[in-house]
C-alpha cells in the first residue's frame, strides 16, 4: 500500500512508519509543502531498484553509442513516425497521452 504523510508527521510518527515499512512493505511518500520529496520503501525493494537502475544505465548508453551516427534531426521523424504507427494499431476507445 502507499501510503501518503507531510514531513512534520513522518518525524512525529518514525518509528511507527518504518514498522509500516519493514514489516507490511507499504511505501510511503513524503511531502513537503503539499509537494512529494521523497519516499520510504523497504530494504529488499530499494536493492531491486537499485539494480534495475544499473541495468537501465548500461541499456541507455548501448542506445546512445548504437544512434550515434543518426542525426538529430532524423532520429526525431523516426521516432514520430514510429509513435504515429503505433498509436494507429491501438485499439478504438483506447486513451492516449
Not at 12 to 17: A, D, F, M
Not at 84 to 90: H, P, T, V
Request: net charge positive; charged share 35%.
Amino acid at each position: 500500500m502507499i501510503t501518503e504523510t507531510s514531513a512534520v508527521n513522518f518525524r512525529r510518527n518514525l518509528s511507527e512508519i518504518l514498522k509500516q515499512v519493514q514489516y507490511r512493505h507499504d511505501w510511503v511518500v513524503i511531502n513537503k509543502d503539499g509537494k512529494p520529496v521523497a519516499a520510504l520503501v523497504d530494504a529488499r525493494l530499494f536493492e531491486r531498484i537499485r539494480r534495475m537502475q544499473g541495468r537501465f544505465d548500461v541499456l541507455c548508453r548501448r542506445m546512445e553509442a548504437g544512434f550515434a551516427a543518426v542525426p538529430q534531426e532524423e532520429g526525431l521523424t523516426e521516432i514520430e513516425s514510429a509513435v504515429a504507427w503505433e498509436r494507429k494499431k491501438a485499439p478504438a476507445g483506447v486513451k492516449r497521452k
